[in-house]
C-alpha cells in the first residue's frame, strides 16, 4: 500500500490558500482516478483507489498543518506503511510557482507540517514539492502562504494539478522521472 498525504489547514477559510496545495492536489488525483469518497479517520479525511496497479490511501490531514504529524502517524502506524511507500505533498517556497520537485528524505527546511511529521516519523519519506514562489522577505511568508492563489495564479495552478494527477500513476509504480515529466 502507498500514503499519499496532503498537507494544507481544514475548513473553507483556508481552502483555496497557498499552504493548501497539498489538499489541492490530493484533490484532483482523487476525483480524476475515481477514488472512494472522503471519510474521517485518523484525524483526517481520508479516501483510496488504485493507481498502476497499486492501492493507494490519500490522507488529508484535518490537525491544522502544525500538528499534520499526528495523523500521518495515526495512518503509518495503522497501515503499517513503510516509509519509502508515504509520500507527502506540500507547498515550496524555494520553488518558482508551478514547479515541483521529487524528494526522499532529508530536512524539513523549516516547514511547520513537515516538521511536525519529522517529529512522529523521522525522515524518510518522499516528498512532493510544490512551488508557490516567494514573497521576497521571510517577515512576508505567514501573510503570503495563507492567502489565497490569485487570479493570475491560475493558469499554472491548473496546470501543475493537471500533471500531478495524470503523473501520480507513475508516481504509485515508483517511476519519479516519468512522474516529473507528467
Known sequence: ????????????????NRHNIGFMALDR??????????????????CDGTLAGHKVLLLKPT???????????????????????????HDELDLAPGKLRLKQGGGHAGHNGLRSIHAHLGADYGRVRLGIGHPGHKDAVAGFVLRDFAKADQNWLAALLTGLSNGAVHLAAGDGAKFMNA
Open 63 to 89: 490537525t491544522f498543518m502544525n500538528l499534520s504529524g499526528q495523523s500521518v502517524g495515526e495512518a503509518v502506524r495503522f497501515h503499517k506503511v513503510p516509509l519509502d511507500q508515504v509520500t507527502v505533498f
Open 29 to 46: 488525483i482523487a476525483e480524476d482516478h475515481q477514488f472512494t469518497p472522503w471519510r474521517s479517520k485518523f484525524q483526517g479525511q481520508i
Open 1 to 16: 500500500m502507498k500514503l499519499f498525504v496532503g498537507l494544507g489547514n481544514p475548513g473553507a477559510k483556508y481552502a483555496h
